[in-house]
């Protein structure tokens, strides 16, 4: 080793040592015939010290001329320091330097190499090794790897056994688009590269491997937004001879390992939601529940206050549906033209947020007042729960669109209300999705989670009598503080019953048979129950660090147009390579 | 759970017990009016005992209906079975059935789900999900779960960090081919698939991550020769401010503690040897130590036992080398007859063998006694170190290609005389690679390793005086029983060495540029002395389990074609996925 210890780990006990360190000078500071030098690694900080007439002349001259992150080695003694830095874990101690050297020199780096940098987005992805440097970024991909080892720890401790299933497989027509690779031995055939490696922890499961994990990279070529990869990781799970209630114990049981051993803190209660619940209270499959402001309906299929007062806005809406803004009655007129405008947004989309404050004093205003009476108010403001002090807000419109409307509204509040606070954390089950859903632009139904899942039992009857819609799934989502971090479902293991479900997404028996065929032989030589999950990786540990951005969990992440800035990729490559392939670009 | 306990673990304290098992049907007994089931998951087996009179006639008239395979669910008592079946670990019981149902009817397997099965490769292939069910194929991909989980083990304590590098990169002219894919986002430009995450691995001893490590696959696309994959999973392991000595200890270290684990045993010494000592006495970079057998040379640059005695064959041979076969030479004309087919073999290439016997009587016999007396051959036996009772095999030709050959010839010998126990280890590390070897069809050296591998200090001086030749590389494998299982070398760190490295490689500034830029860039802004290795996990799996054949521990294997039979991948891709990724197929 070039080095007797690291940059974290010494302390009194050592003083009087001879000891060498390595590491990359992170600041010098050259006063009064003394230098001092911070030199740092992966571990911490070490203070170097050197004094004209007690440290050879060379070595002082040496010293003098390091940079900023200039790689080097230093030998001297361990002695204890007279001003202590309770900062640094080895702030007891300094080295008073005899020799030293440069490993390696730096050119400047392009921006601060500090916990809060002075680099813009675009060169911290060009020059990624460099921001890799800095501890915050350091801690992130450290904490990554705990969760990966807690989460082995745990499932491997629940008779789990980790299998890896094949990147290069086949292309499905189902789902997101494919990333595809050309086969050179095999001339004008594709591999495509997994979304998720479902279809074979379904055949693990028919090998009797009964319980499956893998942590695991999976591919999605779609048009990305922000925070998303085209390459992301899941812990993907499966489990045989199970039902729905084996499987939400069990990755209940995952996740509160993982609070308790990583963020050192007990989960408490995981509750449960069906879907219809979350969408009629919540606007949304992963309500934030961390806070409660749940909606209230003044119109819908079951209740009416609004109709027939000559307000056409609200005569038009099927729904009319809002949120009680606890103490925000003395909200400004500022204040509630920001919401108004924050719903008006064109990723949102509401026409105009309808409002009353409930006064201190008691009394009741609205911006309908013209059409509404107090009378009426009141009897909204019961439906509330409003008391003095509060501010209703009210969106109008159509069924679960204006619905999804006022869940943004929602959130906002939340943030506003500082009701979203990152160290706390609330999770629950969403349950009891829909099998299916209507895709009215392409004019036919898709599957919800994907055409693996089971129906409910007891829905199965609208299989048959067409009723899709009604159909719901054993299917389910984990969500902790409003982000879905895993969802999963029981398994159809019945051939007759997969046919069946690939009828009903408009699959010939010749597509089914030559997409899923295989799948479809296995579960006639003896398939077992089975279901479980899948946890994004990159999310659940962006919410273990308190952040929204799961690039900054990703050592080499790739920026909004697929692209990976650092090493320049993706690029042209030889005609010699293209000619191999028997492929050519059309561009 | 559908289950109360699985197959592997009820004993006699579970008598009077009522328990529901699942699992398959393995084998059903009908006689006397008693029937036995012998049901069967990953955990083991356990029997299920029906009786004419005791248990319900419907339960019975089910069971008469199963066949092998069927999944079943019973529910009945624990007793205490009559006559014990120590074979299996639940065959102190056994179940007296009162419930039972079918969860999942199967056709006949088309081969026979037993250790010893009647299937054929591609049987077995194409139906990969039922050969997964056999014992000694699930085993061996539980020994994988295992290696991995002891190597994370290890590397954890040792202060590694997993960290993971991305799959989609960019295409490289040097090394194998790459497998690339199209970016739809960027037409025209291709990411490549990684052939090893060794460029990220460095950048991140950049970044001061100081100890690495990744499970992780990688991908070739090369002709595949037998027991070769297209996607391969390496151990990928890199750490900062270390020396050769460093890793070899490291490493050594983590398959000492991966022998104990997994095998239960010391692996004893592991020795080191040069590439020249390699070459010299096994004719190969991966020698198998289990046995000694070293090649004796009767011609080379140093010596000449052979040449002037109007023998063509060696007067014309660079080099004359053989190997003593101990105690063989009793060994018939037909075996010797099968050791030079054995050596003309095209794959081996040889033009013939020569040998001689010590025979026990003291004579000397050889197939050249033609040209050279008993006296000439009375030196040969010297320099063998023969005694009575030996057989010496002697291959003439050029330099490495007849040590080449003559390895094999050891390799088939060291088999014959049983030399090779695949339950023995022997492990050693082969060093001092040469660092540049030169290709003689494409006229120009290549990186013998690859082209970020470090030349010895002290051969940096041939870099310049043009002896690439002569450049020894800080290079190094790990070799068991003959089979390289890893290997890795010290790396380049200073942007000037890497850029003369490219020079040699016969790359241009521009391409060295546009290929490496962001490597020799990062080594400009402080990069530390590094090195690493990788280990084969396939391959080590494959050792561990005693098996030749990688293929036997990767669950979903592909063919020699590259193909995946059980899902009929690579497969044609729709017109409208070609057409979104902008390439055609010229086939």
Known sequence: MLRTHNNGELRLAHVNQTVTLCGWVQRTRDKGGMIWIDLRDRYGITQLMLEEGKTPKEVLDLARTFGREFVISATGVVVERLSKNDKIATGDIEIRVSEI????????????????????????????????RRNPVRANLQLRHQVAR??????????????ETPVLIKSTPEGARDFVVPSRMNPGEFYALPQSPQTF?????????????????????????????????????????????????????????????????????????????????YGSDKPDIRFDMKFVELKSEEVDLVSDKDFAVFDAANTVVG??????????????DELTEFVKRPQIGAKGLIYFRYNNDGTLKSSVDKFYSEEDLKKWAEAFG???????????GDGDKVRKQLNELRLEMGNRLGLRDPKKYAAHWVIDFPLLEYGEEEDRWFAMHHPFTSPKPEDIQYLESGDLGKIRANAYDLVINGVEVGGGSIRIFQKDLQAKMFEVLGFSDEEAKHQFGFLMD??????????????????????????????????????????????????????????ELKIRTVV
Chains 1, 2 share one sequence.
């Open 201 to 281: 922890k379904q055949l693990l499961m028919v090998s009797g491997f009964d319980r499956y994990y893998q942590i695991v990279k999976c591919f999605r070529d779609e048009d990305l937004r922000a925070d998303r990869q085209p390459e992301f990781t899941q812990i993907d799970c499966e489990m045989s001879f199970i039902e729905q209630e084996d499987v939400l114990n069990m990755f209940e049981g995952l996740i509160r390992h993982l609070f308790t051993k990583v963020k050192g803190m007990d989960l408490g209660e995981v509750s449960r939601m069906t879907y219809a619940h979350a969408m009629k209270y």
């Open 323 to 336: 949120i009680n803004a606890k103490g925000c009655a003395e909200y400004t007129r500022k204040q509630v």
């Open 150 to 163: 807690f989460t082995r720890d745990y499932l491997d401790n629940q008779d789990f056994i980790e299998v």
């Open 101 to 132: 050297s440069i490993l390696n020199p730096a050119k400047l780096p392009p921006f601060l190499i500090e916990d809060d940098t002075d680099g813009g987005d675009d060169l911290r992805m060009k020059y990624r090794y460099l921001d890799l």
């Open 386 to 396: 409003a008391e003095k002090g509060d501010l209703i807000l009210i969106l109008p």
């Open 522 to 579: 296995a579960f006639e030589y003896g398939a077992p129950p089975h279901g479980g999950l899948a946890f994004g990786f990159d999310r659940l540990c962006s919410l273990f660090g308190g952040s929204d951005s799961i690039r900054d969990f990703i050592a080499f992440p790739k920026n909004n147009s697929g692209r990976d800035v650092m090493i320049d990729s993706p690029s042209t490559i030889d005609d010699k390579q293209l000619n």
